[in-house]
């Protein structure tokens, strides 16, 4: 099946309905992904309540985040095969009954027996590829909608002020959850925000159905031939992976905070908040001056926002500290992750937008699940050596360093794409 322009997914509502239904589906995103959504605070709560020690918590955590590494796998399917007719209608609404009965399904199930550390995981899979796989949808279709329109770096302002608003919403709620011992109401509420997700799907997306279908073979092996032989692609790709390998980790920050520095569960929750207000703004920010500055300077300043939102962190003494440095780190790293993503929509052939787009966010993930899982125990390990506070600073100039080398790889970018 060769897939034409006739079968662009569209919205109800034209230019203001796709921004509205991006929205509103990134939203929910925001709260239902395992690794920062509503579960994240509340998974850490019970591997803490369990003895779990800080090497095996990162790992187990780490864990969550393997799905994200298939999404150009997934992204393949979206592209070349349709499920049941359609290349995105029918994979966002199966993924979202999927997310959840499982939601569903965990909160009753609760609560576990102390120890069940490797079930719980396990079990979260199923919502974490469930979102994962939506996610690569939904990106395709930004790039669908946005890259006629010219308006790709303002939908993914879009995208991703909208999972930081969710951010907000579940840093205060997730703390107030781990403070008072009810864990369980996180994944009630996300499995009725993955419902909300279906019916948003059902009466918003107009697609039109795949009629002809044939061998995708050709097609399939031409797109990767394309993207391995692109050095904008390498290039773009290694950037990426160098950029996010930083072993300091939120995993790392949260034991700090709770542990070390003896912060409660409901105040770490607030400076989830506190950095997605941050990362809004570096949002909001972006899609007023991304076309206006050349992609020359915008990749410097990503790994310079890297580098800062590390290094904010050696000040971080008390409530009021890390309350300032939240608001600094979301809007230094969202910043940096904005231009990363605008960097990697503009490297994406159209035709074959979820696969290679999904690539690239793959490789972001697996660099970040490595280095947190390298993280949690540098950082076992550094305080251990040297004591929690200064194996804690040692930790962030390590990071720092790792984010640092992602310039010289960025110089290898190709100048085209650079210099729009």
């Known amino acids: 099946m060769t897939v034409s322009a006739t079968t662009v997914a569209r919205v109800r509502g034209g230019l203001v309905g796709v921004v509205l239904l991006f929205a509103a589906l990134y939203f929910v995103q925001g709260m239902n992904e395992t690794a920062t959504g509503l579960v994240h605070q509340p998974i850490y709560s019970l591997l803490k309540q369990w003895n779990t020690a800080p090497g ?61 550390r ?16 939506a996610d690569v949808v939904l990106d395709a279709l930004i790039i669908e909608a946005g890259r006629p329109r010219g ?13 930081y608003a969710a951010t907000i919403l579940t840093g205060q709620l997730g703390g107030k959850l781990c403070q008072q011992h009810h864990e369980e109401w996180a994944f009630l509420i996300c499995g009725g925000l993955a419902t909300l997700a279906l019916l948003l799907t059902v009466l918003c997306v107009r697609e039109p159905r795949v009629v002809e279908v044939e061998d995708d073979l050709p097609t399939i092996r031409s797109t990767f031939s394309q993207a391995v032989r692109s050095p904008t692609v390498w290039s773009v790709g290694a950037f990426l992976f160098v950029w996010h390998f930083n072993p300091f980790t939120q995993s790392v920050l949260y034991l700090h905070m709770t ?5 409660s569960d409901a105040f770490y929750g607030d400076t989830i908040s506190l950095l997605a207000v941050g990362s809004i703004a570096a949002c ?24 800062a939102s590390t290094l904010a962190y050696w ?42 787009f999904g690539g690239f966010m793959a490789v972001c993930n697996i660099s970040t699940l490595l280095a947190t899982s390298v993280g949690g125990f540098c950082y076992q390990w550094a305080k251990d050596g040297l004591g929690p506070e200064d194996g804690f600073k040692a930790l962030l100039l390590v990071g720092a ?13 190709p100048r085209d794409l650079t210099f729009r």
């Open 259 to 263: 542990t070390t520095r003896h912060m």
């Open 151 to 163: 308006i790709t770096a303002r939908l993914q302002s879009v995208r991703w002020g909208s999972c």
């Open 118 to 133: 490797m079930f719980l995981m396990l079990t979260l899979m199923i919502p974490t590829f469930a979102v994962t796989f």
């Open 284 to 307: 909001a920010s972006y899609g007023v001056y991304c076309r206006k500055v050349s992609m020359r300077w915008l990749v410097p300043t990503a790994v310079l926002g890297g580098v």
């Open 315 to 356: 000040f971080l003494q008390g409530t009021t500290s890390a309350a300032i440095i939240s608001v600094f780190v979301g809007f230094t790293y969202m910043t940096a992750n904005m231009i990363q993503c605008d960097l990697a929509a503009q490297a994406c052939p159209l035709h074959a937008a979820g696969t290679i």
């Open 401 to 413: 360093a790792f984010t640092l080398l992602a310039w010289p790889v960025a110089r290898r970018i």
């Open 56 to 116: 095996e918590m990162t790992t187990l955590v780490a864990l969550l985040g393997w799905p994200w590494c298939f999404k150009p796998l997934f992204g393949l399917m979206t592209d070349f095969l349709p499920l049941a007719g359609y290349r995105r209608k029918s994979y966002l609404l199966s993924m979202g009954v999927l997310a959840s009965v499982c939601f569903c399904g965990l909160y009753a199930l609760m609560p576990l027996p102390s120890g069940s």
